[in-house]
Nanobody, 122 residues
């Protein structure tokens, strides 16, 4: 049974930092494309970052967010710096087979976590 469990969300002031974690069980993350998505209130879920051999980011987080992984811990991270109120959302971890240039497409991900809330106050 595959489980992705996110943690590390919370309330932070604008300009602050958070590190989200996604602990995987039932799969080995080195064999999967790992992604982070987010959904703000009233909006559709959107791609944030993905990691295969290298990291990929949506334009709005480039230079501020960093996706990484610890294969020994089977855990993926999303380091978020210089947070803005518009980063407020529920953040989801996802895993799927390698999808080439479709890493931003949530349909290519098979497994999802339950989400963790990130709230950035102004």
């Amino acid at each position: 049974q595959v489980q992705l469990v996110e943690s590390g969300g919370g309330l932070v002031q604008a300009g602050g930092s958070l590190r989200l974690s996604c602990a995987a069980s039932g799969l080995t993350i080195v064999m999967y494309n790992m992604g982070w998505f987010r959904q703000a209130p009233g909006k559709e879920r959107e791609f944030v970052a993905a990691l295969w051999w290298s990291g990929y980011y949506t334009d709005s987080v480039k230079g501020r967010f960093t996706i990484s992984k610890d294969n020994a811990k089977n855990t993926v991270y999303l380091r978020m710096n210089s947070l803005k109120p518009e980063d407020t959302a529920v953040y989801y971890c996802a895993a799927g087979p390698y999808s080439g240039t479709s890493y931003y497409n949530e349909a290519t991900y098979t497994y999802w976590g339950q989400g963790t809330q990130v709230t950035v106050s102004s």
